[in-house]
């Protein structure tokens, strides 16, 4: 995994990771991650308070958080803006999904199927191997967005 992760990621290159970073010791995380490349904020997932929220491995992250909200130069996105919702687990909504923002999450290993613009970004999806800005946005345009949610019946 750390070649298939270092293989797309270089030194400095913004990473977000969704969660459930590894079980185990944390001083083996601990030397996992420090052979990752890349600045990693991470959004939490339910395995990490266990090992990688542990002092050992804190410091090895730009920053945590249970959500996330990014937004990504886009020219081809509403007012060259794109928000990206991250959150460990799926969601059936989030802020601004009606208006086309996008979610990922992870926690179901493939297990769960795209809703709306929302899709799993665990690594055991995808090779083993972290996705870039580029594929995420190949993804999103196959899915359907589910704009409709909030209309009056």
């Known amino acids: 995994m750390v070649r298939r992760w270092n293989s797309v990621v270089r030194k400095g290159d913004t990473v977000y990771h969704g969660g459930d970073v590894g079980i185990g010791n944390p001083q083996k995380i601990k030397a996992a991650l420090d052979q990752l490349n890349g600045d990693i904020h991470l959004v939490t997932g339910n395995h990490d308070p266990n090992n990688a929220l542990?002092?050992?491995?804190?410091?090895?992250?730009?920053?945590?958080?249970?959500?996330?909200?990014?937004?990504?130069?886009?020219?081809?996105?509403?007012?060259?803006?794109?928000?990206i919702c991250l959150f460990h687990y799926a969601c059936r909504t989030w802020n601004a999904k009606h208006y086309g923002t996008w979610h990922l999450f992870g926690h179901s290993?493939?297990?769960?199927?795209?809703?709306?613009?929302?899709?799993?970004?665990?690594?055991?999806?995808?090779?083993?191997?972290?996705?870039?800005?580029?594929?995420?946005?190949?993804?999103?345009?196959?899915?359907?967005?589910?704009?409709?949610?909030?209309?009056?019946?």
């Open 109 to 153: 290993h493939g297990n769960m199927p795209p809703h709306g613009l929302s899709f799993d970004l665990s690594v055991d999806c995808h090779d083993f191997t972290p996705l870039s800005y580029a594929q995420v946005k190949a993804k999103m345009a196959t899915l359907e967005p589910d704009l409709h949610i909030f209309e009056k019946r």
């Open 54 to 83: 542990k002092p050992a491995c804190r410091d090895r992250f730009a920053s945590i958080q249970p959500y996330l909200e990014v937004i990504v130069g886009d020219a081809e996105a509403h007012k060259g803006k794109r928000l």
